[in-house]
T-cell receptor, first 111, second 114 residues
Framework: EDKVVQSPLSLVVHEGDTVTLNCSYE??????LLWYKQEKKAPTFLFML????IEKKSGRLSSILDKKELFSILNITATQTGDSAVYLC???????????FGTGTSLTVIP | NAGVTQTPKFQVLKTGQSMTLQCAQD?????MYWYRQDPGMGLRLIYY???????DKGEVPNGYNVSRLNKREFSLRLESAAPSQTSVYFC?????????????FGQGTRLTVV
């Protein structure tokens, strides 16, 4: 059965801390892994990863994929209160046009 | 550029009532999806449509029907709402034919069934 597992489920940190969010997956016909940030409403896209070992970076956020060990991490450095959100990991298959989502990691950054 | 638009944003139904959630995208994407999001459960796929005229069941299709009216629109219908269908519903669209694309989400519909 295809599945995507995120850890931790929730995290509380202080501003300025660095956090690492984890996503492991077991999905047949892997196409890509995506990270989304969800605040009050719709998920907003952060990264798409298709190749192992290539880091994607956007400001204080970065992510990398390991297709051998079947996981990805999302790093956030120098966290700010605006980073408080649920971070979702999703894996897309090559067949069936389906995205499989993890349950998300709820991040709270306190001043 | 509106992207993916869902209506309504909020709805309260009585058990047994029916309603249709509307979704429209202006990105000319082939694939569209309906998800529900419940606390601790992540996003679960209800139905998806790989292209106009085709629909397929996802992970949790029971109690729902869908209609891909044309390339732009993908509606989700609850024929007889149940309290277990209280959830936040998201529609998404993707250009599945492109090599590397992400799903674009609507703003969600918060449905309460009492």
């Amino acid at each position: 059965e295809d599945k995507v597992v995120q850890s931790p489920l929730s995290l509380v940190v202080h501003e300025g801390d660095t956090v690492t969010l984890n996503c492991s997956y077991e999905v047949t016909n892997f196409r890509s892994l995506l990270w989304y940030k969800q605040e009050k409403k719709a998920p907003t896209f952060l990264f798409m990863l298709t190749s192992s070992g290539i880091e994607k970076k956007s400001g204080r956020l970065s992510s990398i994929l390991d297709k051998k060990e079947l996981f990805s991490i999302l790093n956030i450095t120098a966290t700010q209160t605006g980073d408080s959100a649920v971070y979702l990991c999703a894996v897309e298959r090559n067949t069936g046009n389906q995205f499989y989502f993890g349950t998300g990691t709820s991040l709270t950054v306190i001043p | 550029n509106a992207g993916v638009t869902q209506t309504p944003k909020f709805q309260v139904l009585k058990t047994g009532q029916s309603m249709t959630l509307q979704c429209a995208q202006d990105m000319n994407h082939n694939s569209m999806y309906w998800y529900r999001q419940d606390p601790g459960m992540g996003l679960r796929l209800i139905y998806y449509s790989a292209s106009e005229g085709t629909t397929d069941k996802g992970e949790v299709p029971n109690g729902y029907n869908v209609s891909r009216l044309n390339k732009r629109e993908f509606s989700l219908r609850l024929e007889s709402a149940a309290p277990s269908q209280t959830s936040v519903y998201f529609c998404a669209a993707e250009d599945a034919g492109a090599r590397n694309t992400e799903a674009f989400f609507g703003q969600g519909t918060r449905l309460t069934v009492v």
